[in-house]
């Protein structure tokens, strides 16, 4: 019930391209939703999250759609650019509590 | 503001060693998380500390202690060290509802 599923695992796409990476949880108890960018050798970098009483949050080119009902979220990146390549990790909290990390999807982004 | 820094950025140990990882947390944070992410991983939470209290705890054995000081900086101690816990090490800070923000990592490498 902790867990958060993550896909696809990796994904390839052209720059310009819309990237999407969907999340699924099961605990309903989650009130915050974050997503982390990492590169290589780096720690995850807070990207863009999001709360469950609004069902989207645009910052830039990155969007996160949540629905409730589905617990189901996921990450849209518009207009990918290659230094967009990196692992994405979508994550799920409740209160304080510690972090749940979905598995990661690399992300390839091709000129 | 310096953001959460960790140190050392590397560290090689010999099997059955004890390391000492360190942590500053961002400034104005006052809980700090550890993390240990396998290649190719999801970080899986080690440890919370709040107010020099270890507040939960993930899955993790006896060998892997911590502690934080007043100034909310905290140290990471794994005791008998083991090839299998080669990793790199996150020490992620917050604030009550923010969001964790992850230092750049310790990359333990135990031979």
């Known amino acids: 019930q902790q867990q958060v599923k993550q896909s696809p695992q990796s994904l390839i796409v052209q720059k310009g391209g819309i990237s999407i990476i969907n999340c699924a949880y099961e605990n309903t108890a989650f009130d915050y939703f974050p997503w982390y960018q990492q590169f290589p050798g780096k720690g995850p970098a807070l990207l863009i999250a999001?709360?469950?009483?609004?069902s989207e949050k645009k910052e830039g080119r990155f969007t996160i759609s949540f629905n409730k009902s589905a617990k189901q979220f996921s990450l849209h990146i518009m207009d990918s650019q290659p230094g967009d390549s990196a692992t994405y990790f979508c994550a799920a909290i409740y209160n304080t509590d510690k972090l749940i990390f979905g598995t990661g999807t690399r992300l390839q982004v091709f000129p | 503001d310096a953001g959460v820094t960790q140190s050392p950025t590397h560290l090689i140990k010999t099997r059955g060693q004890q390391v000492t990882l360190r942590c500053s947390p961002k400034s104005g944070h006052d809980t700090v998380s550890w993390y240990q992410q396998a290649l190719g991983q999801g970080p899986q939470f080690i440890f919370q500390y709040y107010e020099e209290e270890e507040r939960q705890r993930g899955n993790f054995p006896d060998r892997f202690s911590g502690h934080q000081f007043p100034n909310y900086s905290s140290e990471l101690n794994v005791n008998a060290l083991l090839l299998g816990d080669s990793a790199l090490y996150l020490c992620?800070?917050?604030?009550?509802?923010?969001?964790?923000?992850f230092g750049q990592g310790t990359r333990l490498t135990v031979v």
């Open positions: 999001i709360r469950p009483d609004v």
């Open positions: 992620a800070s917050s604030l009550m509802e923010q969001g964790a923000f």
